[in-house]
Nanobody
Framework: QVELVESGGGLVQAGGSLSLSCAASGRTFSEAAMSWFRQAPGKEREFVAGIDRSGGTFYSDSVKGRFTISRDNAKKTVSLQMNSLKPDDSAVYYC???????????????????????WGQGTQVTVSS
């Protein structure tokens, strides 16, 4: 059974930066795609960024150019570096893992929440104006 544990959330002023990390257990990390989603109060959970097995990265339009997703297969971690944060980025951030998947993915696959079989508990990010 895969367990995902996020860390790194917190409170930051607008324009600041935060780095989130997600540590995974299990033996299939390198064979899976990993993504970050977020959910703000009163809103549906939405795709933020994803990374496929090849290291290809994909971003929602709202974070493109400000956020960077990366993975370390040896450490079984996926990270999200968030720069130029805005109050609209405030949300609970979740990391998610697909089952064993193709080497190359696309944003249509990665943004589909039904593709994921494991989710973290979430970490709160609050950006003050």
């Amino acid at each position: 059974q895969v367990e995902l544990v996020e860390s790194g959330g917190g409170l930051v002023q607008a324009g600041g930066s935060l780095s989130l990390s997600c540590a995974a257990s299990g033996r299939t990390f390198s064979e899976a795609a990993m993504s970050w989603f977020r959910q703000a109060p009163g809103k549906e959970r939405e795709f933020v960024a994803g990374i496929d097995r090849s290291g290809g990265t994909f971003y929602s339009d709202s974070v493109k150019g400000r956020f960077t997703i990366s993975r370390d297969n040896a450490k079984k971690t996926v990270s999200l570096q968030m720069n130029s944060l805005k109050p609209d980025d405030s949300a609970v951030y979740y990391c998610a893992k697909t089952p064993r998947t193709a080497y190359f993915a696309n944003i249509y696959y990665l943004s589909d929440q039904k593709k994921y079989v494991a989710w973290g508990q979430g970490t709160q990010v609050t950006v003050s104006s």
